[in-house]
């Protein structure tokens, strides 16, 4: 891909976390201006968790997605990134989180070490993290509490809700920085209670998404996720984003997709409902840039 985009296209930032923001920043690269990518930094496990875990530091993973996602011509770098070790004591660990742990450690700011993590990948946007501060996801699962990422999206219980220890973690200022001047913000699908969710949990954040110019789109999975949203709906995904604090002004979903949406009960959460062909051919996935030709669309 190239390493460039046309600078008179519009400001996205696109939040989230997971293979889903990664899908949704390759479909703005098509039409985008300026691209910023703020993820979740609540994910515990894995090589994510071990980092964490020995170094106190906010989660690597879905960052590092995003920098792959928003690669440009860079030889090797894109894939070398992605390669996990498979045996001794690296067992398990990404390459890319590995990068990003040393980048963190030589320079000392973890913004910092993104920004050239992204110059070394050609990165054609910017990545950033919801907070700067290792942060523990915590949900109330039918009046439970549970605490840790993994542990939520392997409860079989109805998530109630879901907040951040600590719950006044502060936002990355160029985060807020981006949402103050986007044009659009784009929700991206995806685990909606343990990679959306954990980025508009941050207060700081979810200001900005109530102040900013931009037109705010939550992009609605395609099926449930079994067990974290099994039972509900596109309307209760976008109720569960509305409930949580965050602004929404349209919401796109698949029209004739698995995850039932009704355009009635979207409007009467104050939201417009926006049906649109944007699933892969075999309806699992999103395709990119089906899903960029409808978010385009918006402006």
């Not at 039918?142 to 542990?151: L, S």
């Amino acid at each position: 891909m190239s390493d460039r985009l046309d600078r008179a296209g519009p400001k996205v930032v696109a939040l989230g976390g997971g293979h889903g923001l990664a899908m949704t920043l390759r479909g703005l690269r098509t039409y985008a201006g300026e691209i910023t990518a703020v993820a979740s930094v609540a994910d515990d496990g894995g090589s994510t968790g071990r980092l964490r875990r020995d170094f106190d530091v906010p989660a690597p993973g879905d960052l590092r997605k995003c920098l792959v996602a928003l690669a440009g011509d860079a030889p090797v770098w894109p894939e070398a990134f992605e390669h996990r070790f498979a045996a001794g004591d690296l067992e398990g660990h990404a390459l890319g989180n590995l990068m990003i742990l040393g980048l963190t450690e030589t320079l000392g700011d973890f913004c910092r070490a993104l920004d050239e993590a992204g110059k070394l990948l050609h990165a054609v946007g910017r990545v950033l993290p919801a907070t700067t501060e290792p942060v523990v996801l915590k949900a109330d699962i039918e009046g439970e509490a549970v605490q840790g990422q993994v542990a939520v999206q392997n409860s079989a219980g109805r998530i109630r809700r879901v907040e951040l220890i600590p719950n006044d973690a502060p936002a990355c200022p160029d985060a807020l920085l981006a949402i103050a001047e986007a044009d659009q913000v784009v929700l991206a699908p995806g685990s909606l209670y343990t990679s959306l969710l954990p980025v508009l949990c941050v207060p700081e954040l979810r200001e900005a998404l109530a102040a900013t110019p931009g037109v705010v789109v939550q992009v609605c999975n395609l099926r449930p996720q079994v067990p974290e949203t099994n039972g509900l709906d596109g309307s209760d995904h976008l109720r569960a984003v509305l409930e949580h604090g965050a602004r929404v002004d349209r919401f796109l979903y698949q029209h004739d997709g698995i995850l039932a949406a009704d355009d009635e009960t979207i409007r009467a959460l104050g939201v417009e409902p926006v049906p649109a062909a944007v699933a892969g051919p075999d309806g699992s996935a999103h395709d990119p840039v089906e899903l960029a030709e409808a978010l385009h669309a918006l402006l």
